[in-house]
T-cell receptor, first 114, second 115 residues
């Protein structure tokens, strides 16, 4: 079993839809949780960064972390065609092999059609 | 803020050539820089971690004599692919952070094509 599981999709939604992206993980040492957006042939761009459990909102994006369930989510409201990209969840910890090192999900490919 | 610049963005060269890729943190000091490789439709695979002034730590299966990493300053790391062959063709991405409690910020990647 991989340490971080993410459904690769593809996910296709109409413009204006609410998108829900999810990852599960197995290592309880993970403390820092990130969502990156990656456009084709570009590097990942940091969207959200959360420490421990809780919610964080930034514009149309909301990140949720539930450490008890080892489950993280990213919600995109009022999705736009420009949101079409691959979304990668990533996490790291503060001890041992997880210190400062990112563990990635496979990425979910999202298409928002007009 | 937190901008990482990677250069070149695309390089095509003949088999046997050595290729150098630069990674710079433009507006912060990067105590640690990371080098990844990404194959089409796959996630990022960590190749090595480098701390300024120290030897890089390579992941299992990554040849350190093939992929030379230098991290001479807090804002610059370089990856040199020595005697590149077609199987080295890939998308190489660097990242950097100020410390382990901060997120990594990524460059835009270098597409390497070896003929």
């Amino acid at each position: 079993q991989k340490e971080v599981e993410q459904d690769p999709g593809p996910l296709s939604v109409p413009e204006g839809a609410i998108v829900s992206l999810n990852c599960t993980y197995s290592n309880s040492a993970f403390q820092y949780f990130m969502w990156y957006r990656q456009y084709s042939r570009k590097g990942p761009e940091l969207l959200m960064y959360t420490y421990s459990s809780g919610n964080k909102e930034d514009g149309r994006f909301t990140a949720q972390v539930d450490k008890s369930s080892k489950y993280i989510s990213l919600f995109i409201r009022d999705s736009q065609p420009s949101d079409s990209a691959t979304y990668l969840c990533a996490m790291s910890g503060n001890r041992g092999s997880t210190l400062g090192r990112l563990y990635f999900g496979r990425g979910t490919q999202l298409t928002v059609w007009p | 803020g937190a901008v990482v610049s990677q250069h070149p963005s695309w390089v095509i060269c003949k088999s046997g050539t050595s290729v150098k890729i630069e990674c710079r943190s433009l507006d912060f000091q990067a105590t640690t820089m990371f080098w990844y490789r990404q194959f089409p439709k796959q996630s990022l695979m960590l190749m090595a971690t480098s701390n300024e002034g120290s030897k890089a730590t390579y992941e299992q299966g990554v040849e350190k004599d093939k992929f030379l990493i230098n991290h001479a300053s807090l804002t610059l790391s370089t990856l040199t692919v020595t005697s590149a062959h077609p199987e080295d063709s890939s998308f190489y991405i660097c990242s950097a952070h100020t410390d382990a409690a901060q997120p990594q910020h990524f460059g835009d990647g270098t597409r390497l094509s070896i003929l």
